[in-house]
């Protein structure tokens, strides 16, 4: 996210933790995001696919 983003991105995530709507998994020095029930519902979507599908997101992407 943050080579897509910039270092903006860290305050972005914090937040989107801090909503419930993210939830990070520690990998080292890095983190692994995985999007959560309340961030579908959010968007009205039932599964990451209607939810990629409906925001034209790159299907590479994964839940995890």
Do not use: M, N, W
């Not at 996210?1 to 972005?12: D, E, F, I, M, S």
């Not at 933790?17 to 039932?46: C, M, N, P, W």
Request: glycine share 10%; no cysteine.
């Amino acid at each position: 996210v943050v080579k897509l983003r910039g270092q903006r991105a860290y305050a972005h995530i914090k937040e989107l933790i801090s909503r419930g709507f993210v939830q990070a998994e520690d990998r080292g020095t890095t983190k692994l995001l995985h999007v959560t029930e309340d961030l579908l519902r959010y968007f009205g979507a039932k599964t990451l696919e209607e939810l990629r599908s409906a925001l034209g997101s790159p299907a590479s992407f994964d839940q995890g």
